[in-house]
Every structure is written in C-alpha cells, then in structure tokens.
C-alpha cells in the first residue's frame, strides 16, 4: 500500500514552454501532498504544500505564480512548472502524506527529472 | 535558522559490519524524527519514524536513537549487506501538525563485498 506515481517520469523542453507534473496516491487518499525540488548532490528543498481544494502555500522564495499548484482532488496534485528557464532544470518530487501501520509519514512519488535547454 | 546536518562524507563499511549514521539538528524541536532512504534518481522511501519522547526503536536490522538534549539522532544498520549501499535522509516534523518536514542533505552508505 501507500503508493504515489508521477507522470512524466522525466521531461526535455525548450526554454519559454510549460511543463506539468502529476502526482497521483493510488491506493489511497491524500488531503495533504507537498511538492520539492532537489538539485544533485543536495537535499530535498520544500517548494509548496498542496491542500485539496484550497489554494496550495508556498515556501519563502517560491514564485507562486511560476510554480502552479493545482490539488482537485484527494488523488491528484499537478505543478505545472511556466515559462520554464534552463535555472528550472531539477529533480522534481512530490509525496503525499499517509498512515500506514499507524505512522503518520510521507510517501514519495519516484520523481521528475526536468531539462530545460 | 533551522539547520539539519548530516555527514556529507560518504560512509563506506565492509559487508557484515555495522554502518552508523548521524543526524545533528539546531534551532529546532521536532516532534518526530524520520529516516528515509534514496537511490539515485528516485524518491525517497520512509525507513523509520521516531517521536521526541521516545529514545530508540528498532525495525529489523535498523535502529534509531534520538537524544533531543544533545538534538542528535542515530542510525544503525547491523550485519549491513551491499544492497543497503544508498544515501539515507533524516527529517524533522514539528508539533503543527502540517505535516511538513525539513530535510538533511543525507549521508551516502557504500557497503562492499
């Protein structure tokens, strides 16, 4: 159980465009999904927590109007990443937060590489 | 500010041997304490999962202590084998209950044959 897949598993576009990512929890329900970047060799930074139906909030230094967040529903969150820069080129990742054997955790989706050239 | 730090050196240890890494956190008091693993290009996979009023818990061949005095956690994998070569991520939880989590920039494990 506890498992959250992302869609596409790594993306190449060209500077200017939009990229969006999905985050699914497919066997169970998600109130609550957070989304992070990570660049090589560094740690997982918080970009925003996304709340189903409410508007998602954001870390400090996060452009929100860059970084769309949408949670329609308890399975679902998207970020579209806008007028992607090759500076957007990241590891993206998204969990979702779930109780399994009574732990309140995350689980993660196996992430998103992006390239942007 | 928050700071997390775990030894960015990576660790290599012989197969059999016990591998034992360390999380040391400032200007912070989590309510729990989380370890996770990560393979290269994937996302991390919870471990472990420990509260600021417990002092150790075991899962197998891991365990984890934390000493919110000296705000340090250990963790511990015995009779480690080659394939628990990854990086390993601690995280902290605060009491909001958001959910949120601040993470270290994880140790890498190299176990060998």
């Known amino acids: 159980g506890a498992v959250v897949s992302q869609h596409p598993s790594w993306v190449i576009c060209k500077s200017g465009t939009s990229v969006k990512i999905e985050c699914r929890s497919l066997?169970?329900?998600?109130?609550?999904m957070f989304w992070y970047r990570q660049f090589p060799k560094q740690s997982l930074m918080l970009m925003a927590t996304s709340n189903e139906g409410s508007k998602a909030t954001y870390e400090q230094g996060v452009e929100k109007d860059k970084f769309l967040i949408n949670h329609a529903s308890l399975t679902l969150s998207t970020l579209t990443v806008t007028s992607a820069h090759p500076e957007d080129s990241s590891f993206y990742i998204c969990s979702a937060s779930g109780r399994l054997g009574g732990e309140e955790t995350q689980y993660f989706g196996p992430g998103t590489r992006l390239l942007v050239l | 500010s928050q700071k997390i730090e775990q030894n960015s050196e990576a660790l290599n240890i012989q197969e059999g041997k016990t591998a034992t890494l360390t999380c040391n956190y400032t200007n912070y008091s989590p309510a729990y304490l989380q370890w996770y693993r990560q393979d290269p290009g994937r996302g991390p996979v919870f471990l472990l999962l420990i509260r600021e009023n417990e002092k150790e818990k075991r899962k197998e061949r891991l365990k984890v202590t934390f000493d919110t005095t000296l705000k340090q956690s250990l963790f511990h994998i015995t009779a480690s084998q080659p394939a628990d070569s990854a990086t390993y991520l601690c995280a902290l939880g605060g009491s909001s209950n958001t959910g949120k989590l601040i993470f270290g920039q994880g140790t890498t494990l190299q176990v060998k044959p």
């Open positions: 066997d169970f329900q998600a109130t609550t």
